[in-house]
């Protein structure tokens, strides 16, 4: 089966007065299959939000192609726009309106049964809330609401920028088992940008990382955890002080051992296996209190590849970005934007956009 979403080579460039161009998409590649759930990852300013508004047709590219169904988007955009739902950025609705009069008229604009009002209530669990106005809503309420309208037409791809927005965990819960559950039950193709890492490791299937507008890695998640993770172990001896010396011993017994000393234990990378620690130690007189085998998170792995990581006596916040080489230049001709029943703001300031994104 031919994947749902194709982009290949797309490059988008702000210009900006007495400033250097800035490159948000800079030679992008991105597929995602059917039925899955998809995690869309990067670092603020990564080109996240950028490519997703690209490809719903709310903002022009400079190059590059992208398909949705198999159609060229955006030209094609309104032979498949009935089949997406989307909620990019922050929902905006009326506030003096209940939530249930809210999808209520959407459904009516778009030809809908009110039976899909009661059901997308049901499904993001605001049917207790339904009468009660928008402006009393949390941004957790607001978000399942935008979720909501999007699912209204019953899509075959869902996309979503930042859905756990504002949600309890309890909330975060009931939205990763109902994106599972459209996706694994009713083959519904769901694609989430988010930075809650934690929550992309168990919600998705497979997942695209990106760093200054390019892809760094794609593939399932439990491959590219299982393909960075290099295990590690935590060794604590009951006089923290012969730390040092135990370092020593097992750089000294094998080459390629690695041992550091942080703060009450050492952290050792290279060993053959756990006993081999143990017993090379204990022949220097050191015994062990504690030994710990530690794999990777997405978070680490994350971290690592978009090269956020901090470095020793040094705090980097996850939104941090990194460069990478600059992509060949493609060029293709890009379409004008068309409208597309989203719940995204139209295009500001492309300078404010990219600041925060």
Known sequence: MPPIIEISGLRKTYRRSFRQPHHALDGLDLEVAAGQVHGFLGPNGSGKTTTLRALLGLIRVDGGTMRVFGEEVPHRLPQVVSRIGAVVESPQFFKHFSGRLTLQLLA???????????????????????????????????????????????????????????????GIHHMRELLQWLAHEQGVTVVVSSHLLSEVQQLCDSMTIVSRGRRIVDGSVADIIAGHSGASLSVRVPDAGALPEA???????????????????????????????????????????????????LESVFLE???????????????????VPQAAAQSAPAGAPIEAPVNAAPESGPEAEEAQR
């Open 247 to 297: 370092a020593e011993a097992l750089k000294t017994a094998k080459a390629g051992v690695g041992a550091v000393v942080e703060r009450d234990r050492l952290v050792v990378t290279g060993a053959p296996e756990p006993a081999w620690v143990t017993q090379t130690l204990a022949e220097s007189g050191i015994y062990l209190s504690e030994l710990v085998t530690q794999t990777k998170n």
């Open 305 to 323: 590849l978009t090269g956020t990581a901090p470095q020793p006596g040094q705090t980097v916040q996850i939104g941090q970005s990194v460069a």
């Open 108 to 170: 009516e604009s778009a030809g809908l049964p009110k039976e899909r009002v009661e059901a997308v209530l049901e499904q993001v669990g605001l049917r207790e809330a339904a009468k009660a106005s928008v402006k009393g809503y949390s941004l957790g309420m607001r978000q399942r609401l935008a979720v909501a309208q999007a699912l209204l037409k019953q899509p075959q791809l869902l996309i979503l920028d930042e859905p756990a927005n504002g949600l309890d965990p309890a």
